[in-house]
């Protein structure tokens, strides 16, 4: 006995000595790495051809690291931390946009809903190309660029130049900078007899007393079941996100794991503390849905607590963490990856650079994924089973239970010209104002506006005027009064009008009428489809 523990011991004194030196020579390796960077940037602040400086030497070197890593590992100087953080702790005035700088163009991520682009018809993917203009690409172009360039005073304008997927020309946009909305609910309202719906554009630091506020307003007007729209909602906090997800299950239901090379496998499970476990629920999600949206997603699926409507969601599954650097920037490091109940991953692949990362959106519409489903096909290896056994797929994104296709036809040219140059915008603007002690006396309920109010051929003729005024002339020939354009842009106008009287909103309730993804929400809660899917309710 005694001579095994000898043994022992001398097994884990070698084991330690392998130890021990396998230690110092990853620390000498890591040393020769350290002194390789600070040789390099000495060498060239001492040798270059001409005077550098050396802060920004280092800041770019260290974006360079990170960009090879993946396209959501960043540096942020000091100034750019608070930026960074406003649309979801604080507020600001500008044009109202998430965006990224790619290959030296800034590229919009998303726009806030409710903001100046989102008006004017900015979409994901854009690539602002001209400011003022301008070219506004380039080596010089960085964070404080944008910020001072498209931020401003509310009620100024910044005309910008689009480079859109798909259009040859450049797109212009006249866009009034306002003050940047900061709530993440966008409208909640009774949809239908026991059905309530509530927007969400973000998970910020508001965004479960918001929930909660509305929730219990609809509950109390006799909601029963409930269509989350997370349509763009681009994420934001994971704690956030876990809050919200657990609104909706029992005790102990995982919501998601994260586990990275460093990072521990770390579970986040419900804690029966929510309001809404028994109801039928549908959540709305789209190629904007990212992150925090895709694990509210997820789990609702995974474990059979309600149904998903619209189009594959973005697919970020990466958990950034942020370390500080000695003069207070931060890199915001990718520890881990997320996974859904069932194990699912749903990054999106990045090996192929940022650009390439970037471009799937446009590509998707390419390939026509946006339109029909069937071209998008996932390999076995990435099939999994639902709590109830229904199939559905990782790698990318979160799949809809019910697919809604893009409607890329329902706005003619008229129309597009009108919103880019923000005269509709402006025009619902100043008929609301001309018009507002009369419409409020006549419909002092917005609900009653809702359904009576009527944009009549008297009030498209003010607008084809109006615009004429503002150099936007009408094509005589471009649609008549019962085409499908002519019906969403009275629709639009009606919106449009509701949103200054009442609020964003109001504009919500209104635009949703002719959503399809809405209108199929409202059927399969309304019809047999949950029981037939076995969905838990």
Do not use: C
């Amino acid at each position: 006995m005694k001579r095994n523990k000898v043994f022992l011991s001398l097994i884990f004194i070698i084991g330690f000595l392998f130890a021990s030196i396998h230690v110092n020579a990853q620390k000498e390796e890591l040393d020769e790495n350290h002194l390789k960077i600070i040789r390099a940037i000495q060498y060239i602040s001492l040798g270059y051809i001409e005077e550098v400086d050396e802060e920004e030497l280092v800041e770019d070197a260290i974006r360079g690291m990170l960009k090879e890593l993946d396209p959501h590992s960043v540096y942020l100087s000091k100034e750019d931390i608070q930026k960074a953080n406003e649309p979801l702790i604080g507020s600001f005035e500008g044009i109202g946009i998430q965006f990224n700088i790619i290959r030296d163009t800034i590229v919009v991520i998303s726009p806030i809903p409710g903001g100046p682009s989102e008006k004017v018809g900015i979409m994901p993917g854009d690539r602002i190309v001209k400011i003022d203009g301008e070219n506004s690409t380039g080596g010089l172009i960085n964070n404080t660029y944008v910020q001072n360039k498209l931020r401003g005073e509310k009620g100024s304008k910044v005309n910008v130049g689009i480079v859109r997927h798909g259009v040859s020309d450049i797109l212009d946009f006249t866009i009034t900078r306002d003050k940047i909305p900061i709530n993440s609910l966008d409208a909640a309202f009774i949809a239908a007899p026991d059905i309530g719906y509530i927007k969400l554009n973000r998970f910020s630091r508001t965004t479960m007393q918001e929930y909660r506020k509305a929730f219990n307003e609809l509950q109390n007007k006799g909601m029963k079941h409930l269509i989350l729209d997370l349509n763009y909602n681009s994420g934001g906090y994971l704690d956030v996100a876990i809050d919200l997800t657990n609104e909706f299950f029992e005790r102990d239901k995982m919501i998601t794991y994260v586990k990275g090379h460093a990072t521990p496998r770390q579970e986040f499970k419900s804690r029966a503390t929510g309001n809404f476990k028994e109801g039928k629920l549908v959540v709305l999600i789209n190629e904007g849905s990212a992150s925090a949206s895709e694990i509210l997603s997820g789990a609702v699926q995974d474990w059979d607590r309600g149904l998903l409507v619209g189009r594959r969601t973005f697919g970020k599954g990466l958990v950034q963490r942020p370390f500080e650097l000695p003069d207070g920037s931060v890199i915001r490091l990718t520890t881990a990856m997320y996974y859904t109940p069932s194990g699912r991953s749903i990054q999106k692949p990045y090996e192929e650079g940022i650009e390439s990362y970037y471009n799937e959106l446009a590509n998707r519409l390419e390939s026509g994924e946006l339109i029909s489903p069937e071209k998008l096909t996932f390999p076995d290896s990435l099939k999994y089973e639902t709590a109830n056994n229904r199939i559905v797929y990782g790698g990318g994104g979160i799949m809809p239970d019910f697919f809604i296709p893009i409607d890329t036809n329902r706005i003619s040219d008229f129309h597009a010209k009108l919103h880019r140059s923000g005269v509709l915008n402006s025009f619902g603007f100043d008929y609301a104002n001309n018009n507002r002690q009369e419409l409020l006396e006549k419909y002092p309920e917005v609900e009653l506006y809702i359904d009576k109010f009527e944009v009549d051929e008297e009030i498209i003729n003010e607008l084809v005027t109006y615009a004429d005024r503002h150099d936007v002339p009408k094509d005589p020939e471009e649609y008549e009064n019962g085409d499908e354009h002519i019906i969403h842009l009275k629709n639009q106008i009606k919106a449009l009008i509701a949103r200054n009287i009442w609020d964003f909103g109001a504009y919500t309730q209104i635009i949703m009428q002719e959503n399809e993804s809405f209108n199929r929400a409202l059927q399969i809660i309304q019809d047999d489809t949950f029981s037939k899917l076995n969905i838990n309710y």
